[in-house]
């Protein structure tokens, strides 16, 4: 099942700490603190109690969501990219 990884950690060493495990795991980045990607049962309990060491006893929030298929398939998009223009700012 995918697994979405949102946290809020001030801490910038430990962030970064967090950002690699999410990584390491095969997960992809989709937000600046947000991963997603499929994960086992086991998998997804290694991770959690990775990034509950991690994190200590330091400050922060770290949330671990499961969607299934039907659930992923529901979900909704907005992305704008700030390097695209538009073409009714164009100057001709």
Known sequence: MVTLV???????????????ACKDYGLERIQYSAFMGELNTNKRE????RLRRTLGLEEGDIRLYVM?????????????????????????
Do not use: W
């Open 68 to 92: 299934c298929d039907k659930d992923l398939r529901l979900r909704k998009e907005i992305i704008n990219e700030s390097n695209v223009s538009d073409p009714s700012t164009e100057n001709n």
């Open 6 to 20: 949102v946290y809020d950690i001030p801490d910038d060493r430990v962030r970064y700490r967090i950002s690699e």
């Open 46 to 49: 290694e991770l959690n109690q």
